[in-house]
C-alpha cells in the first residue's frame, strides 16, 4: 500500500468535473437519429474531440467511434491514477482491474467465436493492469489454451487452466468467464473485511452490491440458457443478498428474484425507480440493462451519503463506462439497420 496521504477531496472535485460533461439521456436520443458519420462529428464537438481528431485520419464511421471511445476511457482512468494518493490510489486500482478481466473475456469471446482480430481488438479497454504487449500477443492467438498458456504468471493462469476442462466437457463459455469473475471479486475482498464506517465501508458496500447483481444476472443467464448447469455452481463469495441455495431456488422464478431484491434491507429502501424497471423487463437484455442501471443508481446513492470517498470515483467510472457502451451501442445499431426503437432498447437509461 501507498505510504502516501490520501486526497478524496481533491480527486473527487476532479471527478465532479469530469461527471459533468458526460452525455445525457437527451444526447443518447439525438444521436440514435444519427448515421455513424454524424455521431463522430457530434463526439468530435464534445470531449472526444481529442480521440476523434487523432485517429480520423485511420479510421473512419464506426470504427473510428470504437476506438476514440476506448482510447478517450483508458485516458480518463489513467488521469484518476494519477490524481490519486495513498488509500485511494490503492483502491481504485484494484477496481480498474476489472478491466484485465474484461479484456482476457472479450479475446476468449473473440476465439470462440472466430470473430476477426481487428473487431476483438476495438472492444479492448487498456486500462486495466495487463500491458499491452500481453493484449496483442493474445490478440495473436487462435485457440483458447493458447491464452491460458500466454497468462501465465499471472493471477488468471490457475482460475482459467482449472475451467477449462469444464469448457472442454460443457462448450460453454460461462465456466471461463465465471473463473475470471471469481479471481477478481472475490480477491478484491480478500484484505478489506467488513469496516462498519468511513470510506472503506462504503467501498465495500459498493462491491458486494456488484457482486449481488452479478450472481442474479449470471444465474438468470443460466436458467435461459437451457444448459444443464447449476446456478449454485457459478456463485461467487463476496456478495450479501443471496446464499448459493437461495440462488439456486429463486432463478427459476424472475417475480420471486425481483420480490428478493427489493424486500433486502439494503436495496429495497434505495432502489425504487431501478426495481420498477426490474418489474418490468419482459427479456434477458432488458433485464440485464436494468442491472446495469440500479447498480450505477446505488453506487450515486453511496457517494451522495458520503461525498468525499471514493464512493464518487466509482459511481464515475459506472456512468463513463454507461456513457461509452451507450454510444457504442446507438453506432453499431445504425450501422447495421435497427430501428430507433430497437436501438432504444439496448440502452442504459436512467
Do not use: C
Request: hydrophobic residues 40%.
Amino acid at each position: 500500500m501507498s505510504a502516501r496521504a490520501s486526497n478524496p477531496e481533491y480527486v473527487n472535485a476532479r471527478v465532479r468535473s469530469r461527471r459533468a460533461v458526460l452525455f445525457a439521456d437527451e444526447d443518447y436520443r439525438k444521436l440514435i437519429r444519427m448515421g455513424p458519420s454524424e455521431i463522430a462529428r457530434f463526439m468530435e464537438e464534445t470531449e472526444y474531440e481529442r480521440e476523434i481528431n487523432a485517429l480520423g485520419t485511420r479510421f473512419s464511421g464506426v470504427d473510428l467511434i470504437e476506438y476514440a471511445l476506448n482510447r478517450n476511457l483508458a485516458k480518463h482512468f489513467d488521469d484518476l491514477l494519477d490524481w490519486s494518493e495513498g488509500r485511494l490510489y490503492d483502491l481504485i486500482g484494484r477496481y480498474l482491474r476489472k478491466f484485465d478481466v474484461w479484456n482476457v473475456k472479450t479475446i476468449i469471446r473473440g476465439i470462440y467465436t472466430e470473430t476477426p482480430t481487428e473487431e476483438v481488438s476495438t472492444d479492448l479497454i487498456r486500462a486495466g493492469e495487463l500491458p499491452d504487449s500481453t493484449l496483442d500477443r493474445l490478440l495473436e492467438v487462435d485457440e483458447i489454451d493458447d491464452v491460458i498458456e500466454i497468462l501465465g504468471g499471472t493471477v488468471f493462469y490457475e482460475p482459467l487452466s482449472e475451467a477449462y476442462q469444464e469448457f472442454e466437457e460443457t462448450g460453454a463459455l460461462v465456466s471461463l468467464e465465471n473463473a475470471l469473475d471469481r479471481e477478481f471479486y472475490e480477491h478484491l475482498l480478500d484484505d478489506l473485511g467488513r469496516p462498519q464506517e468511513g470510506p472503506d465501508a462504503l467501498y465495500v458496500e459498493f462491491l458486494e452490491a456488484e457482486i449481488d447483481f452479478l450472481n442474479a444476472r449470471n444465474a438468470l443467464r443460466l436458467a435461459r440458457s437451457g444448459a444443464d448447469l447449476d446456478p449454485a455452481a457459478y456463485y461467487i463469495e463476496g456478495g450479501v443478498l443471496f446464499t448459493q441455495a437461495e440462488l439456486s431456488r429463486l432463478v427459476g422464478n424472475y417475480d420471486e428474484l425481483v420480490d428478493h431484491i427489493a424486500d433486502s434491507g439494503r436495496y429495497g429502501d434505495r432502489l425504487g425507480g431501478a426495481l420498477a424497471r426490474l418489474r418490468e423487463a419482459d427479456s434477458l437484455i432488458q433485464f440485464e440493462h436494468a442491472m446495469d442501471a440500479a447498480l450505477l443508481e446505488y453506487a450515486d446513492t453511496l457517494s451522495s451519503i458520503y461525498p468525499v470517498s471514493v464512493s464518487a470515483v466509482l459511481s464515475y467510472i459506472l456512468a463513463k463506462e454507461r456513457e461509452v457502451e451507450n454510444i457504442r451501442a446507438i453506432a453499431r445499431g445504425r450501422e447495421v439497420g435497427l430501428t430507433e426503437a430497437e436501438i432504444e432498447d439496448e440502452l442504459v437509461i436512467l
